[in-house]
């Protein structure tokens, strides 16, 4: 069984940036899609951004496109999320997904995710 942990939330002021981590570990992490989801007080669940398993394409909410970059580190079993010029509205817990196929994550099946990590404009 997949355990996902995310870390690298935090208070930060619209405009500032972050970088989100994610540590996979229990199965093969190059063999599946990873991806970022978020969800806002009130708000469901959503699409972030996703990556591919050999980390070659990714693809963005068009919300995020331009400021926020999604990467991964086969080696270290390890997936990122630079965040930059935060909005106000980017105010979430941000999880950490992975599934099988990039699709799942984009459309939120109910894959495996972390437990989150909250991402908060202090402005």
């Known amino acids: 069984q997949v355990q996902l942990v995310e870390s690298g939330g935090g208070l930060v002021q619209a405009g500032g940036s972050l970088r989100l981590s994610c540590a996979a570990s229990?199965?093969?992490?190059?063999?599946?899609?990873m991806g970022w989801l978020r969800q806002a007080p009130g708000k469901e669940r959503e699409f972030v951004a996703g990556?591919?398993?050999?980390?070659?394409?990714?693809v963005y909410a068009d919300s995020v496109k331009g400021r926020f970059t999604i990467s991964r580190d086969n080696v270290k079993n390890m997936e990122y999320l630079h965040i930059n010029s935060l909005k106000p509205e980017n105010t979430a817990v941000y999880y950490c997904?992975?599934?099988?196929?990039?699709?799942?994550?984009?459309?939120?099946?109910?894959?495996?995710w972390g437990k989150g990590t909250q991402v908060t404009d202090s402005s």
């Open positions: 997904a992975e599934d099988q196929t990039l699709h799942k994550i984009i459309v939120v099946t109910n894959g495996s």
């Open positions: 229990g199965r093969t992490f190059s063999s599946y899609a």
């Open positions: 990556i591919i398993k050999g980390g070659g394409s990714t």
